[in-house]
T-cell receptor, first 113, second 111 residues
Framework: DAGVIQSPRHEVTEMGQEVTLRCKPI?????LFWYRQTMMRGLELLIY????????DSGMPEDRFSAKMPNASFSTLKIQPSEPRDSAVYFC???????????FGSGTQLSVL | SQQGEEDPQALSIQEGENATMNCSYK?????LQWYRQNSGRGLVHLIL???NEREKHSGRLRVTLDTSKKSSSLLITASRAADTASYFC???????????WGAGTKLIIKP
């Protein structure tokens, strides 16, 4: 298995633009997590899905953030409109054991200018 | 989200030496996990220890858990340059799959 695949690896955009981050989890994993990592706040859980259904989105910072999982092999995290404070590394992780043994993607480094 | 506490924040040792990092948490847990993050990469799961376990080994890794002190330690023996990374602990203290992550220990192995 290729592991969790995220795209793009790097994204540079201007304030106000829409940003879409993509994730392909490991086949067979029924949990998918979106995390954000910054130096100041560390790792923050934004949202997680179980069997494609969003379970807890309490970590989504604002209505500007939205996430979807239309099928078991694909998820998106969208920021519209983007702001400089959204600059961070966004990780997608999947698991076949709930919150035990998460497999992380390589992340998307987002820079909002 | 809340953060567990790890110490030290940074650790620099010579190749071949042992590296020990610690993690403390606040409330009761079912399990505690350790992850490694190489620069510019995602986190990689290293080991999980359950609350009824006191010690666990995996290769050169040794993890201990002291639930009375609410703390865990990760020992890497005979360190190698490739062990240079940040190491994070994560507990299931949170509700609804909110893992509580430590701030991480940055380990540098000098050749």
């Amino acid at each position: 298995d290729a592991g969790v695949i995220q795209s793009p690896r790097h994204e540079v955009t201007e304030m106000g633009q829409e940003v879409t981050l993509r994730c392909k989890p490991i086949s067979g994993h029924d949990y998918l997590f979106w995390y954000r990592q910054t130096m100041m706040r560390g790792l923050e859980l934004l949202i997680y899905f179980n069997n494609n259904v969003p379970i807890d989105d309490s970590g989504m910072p604002e209505d500007r953030f939205s996430a979807k999982m239309p099928n078991a092999s694909f998820s998106t995290l969208k920021i519209q409109p983007s702001e400089p404070r959204d600059s961070a590394v966004y990780f997608c992780a999947s698991s076949g054991q709930g919150y035990e043994k998460l497999f992380f993607g390589s992340g998307t480094q987002l820079s909002v200018l | 989200s809340q953060q567990g506490e790890e110490d030290p924040q940074a650790l620099s040792i010579q190749e071949g030496e042992n590296a020990t990092m610690n993690c403390s948490y606040k409330t009761s847990i079912n399990n505690l996990q350790w992850y490694r993050q190489n620069s510019g990469r995602g986190l990689v799961h290293l080991i999980l220890i359950r609350s009824n376990e006191r010690e666990k080994h995996s290769g050169r890794l040794r993890v201990t858990l002291d639930t009375s002190k609410k703390s865990s330690s990760l020992l890497i023996t005979a360190s190698r340059a490739a062990d240079t990374a940040s190491y994070f602990c994560a507990t299931d203290e949170g509700s609804n799959y909110q893992l509580i992550w430590g701030a991480g220990t940055k380990l540098i192995i000098k050749p």
